[in-house]
């Protein structure tokens, strides 16, 4: 199996400002993105954000666990981030925010990960189509359901 590679795209009733601080808080990832058991800030930048973390997430096949860091230099309209280590092979990623105006935001929710061989392996036919789905397919809908909803 190659990269699995995912996107997905929200137009949120909300303004970019309030979007982007449920995007930066990463740390509160796991209390609506899907399959996300957890996440601990292991480092923190000059503004106390959490920029070094071990993230715990179920794909389906079993629980993965990443040390990823996070790049908030596009703040407020990108955040993105890479593993540095972990199960997978590679994991990359990024939130991207644009303002509709009328206090509107789309968020774009882009993921290519590697899975390496042996998950590779695991994740084939249509198990391959629930990952991607869970990796990136819910993402911004769940983002949008979350701003809204709050």
Do not use: H
């Amino acid at each position: 199996m190659g990269n699995l590679i995912g996107t997905s795209t929200a137009e949120i009733d909300a303004p970019l400002d309030k979007v982007w601080a449920l995007v930066e808080n990463v740390e509160r990832a796991a209390d609506w993105q899907g399959g996300m058991k957890g996440i601990t800030a292991l480092e923190r930048d000059g503004q106390g954000r959490a920029v070094r973390c071990e993230v715990a997430a179920d794909i389906k096949v079993r629980t993965v666990k990443t040390i990823v860091r996070f790049d908030y230099d596009g703040g407020p309209t990108r955040l993105s981030w890479s593993q540095e280590k972990g199960d997978l092979k590679s994991v990359d990623g990024s939130w991207e925010l644009e303002d509709l105006g009328g206090d509107r935001t789309r968020a774009t929710y882009r993921v290519e990960a590697d899975l390496g061989r042996i998950l590779g392996a695991l994740v084939r036919g249509p198990v391959e189509g629930v990952v991607r789905d869970m990796l990136a397919g819910a993402r911004a809908g769940e983002l949008k359901q979350t701003v809204e909803g709050s």
